[in-house]
């Protein structure tokens, strides 16, 4: 948690009204001497400063003078204390705004008569306060001695007891401010003659304006910084961003953000997308459905896998059991063969693509047994044909071989141009002395054998 600051410190204030334009006797703006500028409020030199803004001199009441001071950034209000050099206001209000002064909302008010002033009761003086953060009441600051004065306020004066900031979002909303305004209606008039008539102009005189706070962060920064343009911004952690870290980061919303306790940090979480995607986003349906442990939805997924978290891969792929699901190149190309494949989409497990009739390989890039090729890039594979059984090329046993086919004596010239006719062929067997078993012939039908396949006559072609 940062340390606790005076937020006011060297702000510029936005005063309604400073003396010294047009010059008069005790203030010239033109002469720093003399010079009363709104600016003093704020200063380092404090209440050791000799000087106060003054405001120009007021001809009649009422006639209200307004101090703005922008903060810069979010802080979360502890106090508002503001010290005067004249005699204090009868009459203040303490706004503050947390949009930078598009709207405003009263802290406190200050009067000496609350009902005819502002139409509130007084605040109960026992410290007892309503079921929330509300804006009270008070007295008026009392004239001191030296004839100043001081308006001072607490968050704690207008809260109930016993509300945990970290627990109660009506609490931060009530601390939390980004400008802070005093609306000075009404000057300490002597025996506060509230309806009478101001005879003699009166003015305002001010210093040591200071705005007690903890530059808010949502208890993820331990300090503010000023970024490369110079405005105040938290030094953000547990994986948060942004001037007040009120969000998470884009990479970092798995749940949604959570101002941080003194308990727990509820850092965001990155998603969980396997090192395929650089960007998510938060689904408050799926947070709901996984029993509020994870929401976030994987964007843009890489290295072909895709998924709420890329874990899987995209069509056209598919996973590499060899590698891990991080890797970048743990999906690999189905690589489908254009004409063998019914298909470009493989098994996201095996790769197997989907094959056509008679066509088989991972990829489809083959008949199947039983098939061969075809010109068809509808059917490439068809199936072999097999010829069935016919009369005349039916094997047939002959009865009486040896009545036809005689072995012949003595030396025949045989010619390879004459051959049997139809179902009938060559049988030759040696019994020469010349020819030795197992010797080979000078022409290749020396052990081929020919019996007719049915009991025809053996006839010598032409």
Known sequence: VPGLVNAALGREVLASSTCGRPATRVCDASD????????????????????CWRSDSLPRAPLNVTLTVPLGKAFE??????????????????????????SWVPLAFFSSHCGLDYGRAPAPTDGTAGPGPEALCFPAPQAQ????????????????????????????????????????TRPGLPGDARNSEVTVPYSYAAMDLQVGGRCKCNGHASRCLLDSQGHLVCDCRHSTEGPDCG?????????????????????????SCNGHARRCRFNMELYRLSGRRSGGVCLNCRHNTAGRHCHYCR?????DPGRALNDRRACRACDCHPVGAAGKTCNQTTGQCPCKDGV???????????????????APCVKIPVPGPTEESSPVVPEDCDSHCKPAHG????????????????????????????APWPWPLCRAAA???????LKQGP
Request: hydrophobic residues 30%; proline residues 11%; glycine residues 8%.
């Open 411 to 438: 030396s025949y010239r045989i010619s390879l141009k004459k051959f049997c006719r139809k179902d009938y062929g060559r049988h030759l067997s040696s019994s020469s002395p010349g020819c030795p078993a197992g």
């Open 360 to 378: 088989t390989g991972l990829t489809c890039n083959r008949c199947a047994p039983g098939f061969q090729q075809s010109r068809s890039p509808v």
């Open 451 to 457: 019996r007719p396949a049915v009991p025809r006559e």
């Open 77 to 102: 209000l502890v106090f508002v204390s503001l010290r005067f050099c004249s005699a204090p206001p009868a009459s203040a209000a303490l706004l503050k705004s947390q949009d930078h002064g598009r």
């Open 145 to 184: 001695p030296d004839g100043g004065g001081l308006l001072a306020f607490s968050v704690q004066d207008g809260s109930p007891p016993g509300l945990d900031l970290d627990s109660s979002p009506v609490l931060q909303d009530w601390v939390t401010a980004t400008d802070i305004r005093i609306v000075l």
């Open 247 to 271: 969000r998470c980061k884009p990479f970092y919303c798995d749940r949604p953000w959570q101002r941080a306790t003194a308990r727990e940090s509820h850092a965001c979480l990155a998603c």
């Open 32 to 51: 720093p001497r003399r010079a009363h500028p709104a600016g003093l409020l704020t200063s380092a030199g404090g209440p050791a400063s000799p000087l």
């Open 315 to 319: 069509e056209g792929f598919y996973r």
